[in-house]
Every structure is written in C-alpha cells, then in structure tokens.
C-alpha cells in the first residue's frame, strides 16, 4: 500500500483531496471463466500534487496496465479511480478523453510520434483536438519544442532525428496544454545514456516547475532521483519506498 510522502516527512496527515491520483482496490483482467488472467489484483495507490513517484516491478507485473489506468486509456474492471478528486469510472468516453487532455501528459518508450508530421505538428496535435486555434497552435507547440532544445528542427520529421530528439519531442507535444500530471513508461527504456540523460534531465525540469510526475522505469539508479518508488508484483503493490528526506524536498 503507497502512503503519502508528506506524512513520512512528519506533514501534517493528508487526506484525499490533497491527491492528484487516488487509485482504490483496482483490478483488471483480460478473458473470461478458466481463462481468466488477473492482471492487476486490487492495487491502491495515491499520488500527492508535486510528488515525483517511480514505479518499479518485474516484467509482466503489470506496470504499464496500471498507468494506461492512472492516465484514463482504459478502465479497470473494479475498483475506484478518482483523478483530481474527479470520479473518473462516472465520465462518459468523450468526457474522459476531455481529462485526458487536459489533465494529463503520456510519454512512451517508443515515443509514439506520427512519422508522416514534422515534429511542429506533432506537437501541435493536442491543441488541435482542444480547439486552440491555427496560429496560436503554432506559436504554442513551437515555444514548447523550443524549450526542449530543438527549435532548429521544428521541420524535420521523427526518422530524421536521434531517439533522444524524438523522446524530447514528445515530451513537448504532451505538455503542450500545459497538463499538471505527466505519466511516463520508461521514458529512456529505448534511448542510450547520454539521451537517456538528457530525457531525465528535461524531466527533472518538469518536475521542479511544479508537475506531478508518475513514471514507469526498470532502472533503480532513475527511480532513485523520484520522491518514491512503487514497487509492483503480480498485479499488487508490495511496497512503497522513499527516498532519504533530503533527496525527497529537493
Ligand atoms: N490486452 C491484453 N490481453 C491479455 N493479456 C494482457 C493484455 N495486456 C497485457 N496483458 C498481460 O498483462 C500482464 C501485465 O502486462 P504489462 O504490460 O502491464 O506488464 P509490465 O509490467 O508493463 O511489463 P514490461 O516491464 O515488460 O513492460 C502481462 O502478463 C501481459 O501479458
Ligand atoms: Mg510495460
């Protein structure tokens, strides 16, 4: 079971409405009867505003079916979800791809980028479909590839650029509606050190402007940069580490 940073830190005891992400008995199988594989077993986790959490576990323990859950791309099959303090499980479908959008930010391994855009308009997607309006589309996915390094390659499309570019492109395309919480499934997992340094770098950033961050990652010496790590099992949260008090207010 995760508990709060704040309350190791001897904070004040902090309730639900402090939480950006307040996941509650959550479950998700796939088939039916003899068939029927428990994916996540009743996993309970929450997530303060500001809290930079690395969640850790084997493969096939069900990290990446947990945060497609914390990011509303798909639904448990029992359980609560409440996602700033809004019931998410209550929202129609259209509903719930309106909080993602604007709620919150997703970063894959394999970037995810369309390959027939210039990074410009992949960043400019998520505007698109909020209905910003051309030219502001323009100038806002612009400003944000800028400040992740690559306003010298606005045109340039996903194959003509190093992984790390990519990674970096699609960290501005999610933050490009400025979304408080930012989900990543190992984020460098496809990148070599130096852009994996790069990425971290760039999302350390994030993290101190403000963002929540959630963040999937195989690697101990990255989850050691978060707040905390959640460590997965089978489908079931079996710890929650923190990080010394130092590195935990930094
Ligand atoms: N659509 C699906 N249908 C059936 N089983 C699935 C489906 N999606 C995931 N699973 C199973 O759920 C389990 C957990 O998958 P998940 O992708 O969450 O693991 P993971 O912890 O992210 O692993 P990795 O570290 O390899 O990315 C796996 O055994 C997988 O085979
Ligand atoms: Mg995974």
Not at 151 to 163: A, V
Not at 180 to 205: I, Q, S
């Amino acid at each position: 079971m995760s508990s709060p940073a704040s309350e190791m830190r001897g904070a004040p005891a902090v309730g639900a409405a402090d939480a950006v992400i307040d996941a509650t008995g959550v479950h998700r199988w796939y088939g039916e009867g003899d068939a029927r594989v428990e994916v996540l077993r009743g996993v309970s986790m929450r997530v303060l505003r500001g809290e930079k959490v690395a969640i850790m576990g084997a493969s096939g323990s069900g990290k990446s079916t947990l945060l497609s859950i914390l990011g509303c791309l798909d639904r448990p099959d029992a359980g609560g979800y409440r996602l700033d303090g809004v019931d998410v499980l209550q929202l129609s479908d259209d509903e719930v791809s309106d909080l993602r959008l604007r709620r919150i930010g997703f970063i894959f391994q394999a970037f995810h980028l369309v390959p027939q855009l210039t990074i410009l308009e992949n960043a400019e997607v998520p505007l698109f479909y909020a209905g910003v309006p051309l030219r502001e589309r323009h100038d806002r996915a612009k400003s944000k590839l800028e400040q992740v390094g690559l306003g010298h390659r606005l045109h340039h499309r996903p194959s003509q650029l190093s992984g790390g570019e990519q990674q970096r492109a699609a960290v501005a395309r999610s933050l490009v509606l400025e979304p408080p919480l930012l989900l990543a499934d190992e984020p460098t997992g496809n990148l070599d050190t130096e852009n994996g340094k790069a990425v971290l770098a760039l999302l350390d950033r994030i993290h101190a402007e403000g963002r929540t961050i959630v963040m999937v990652t195989h690697d101990s010496a990255i989850a050691e940069r978060a707040d905390r790590t959640v460590h997965v099992r089978d489908g079931l949260i079996v710890d929650s580490a923190h990080a010394p008090a130092g590195k935990a207010t930094a």
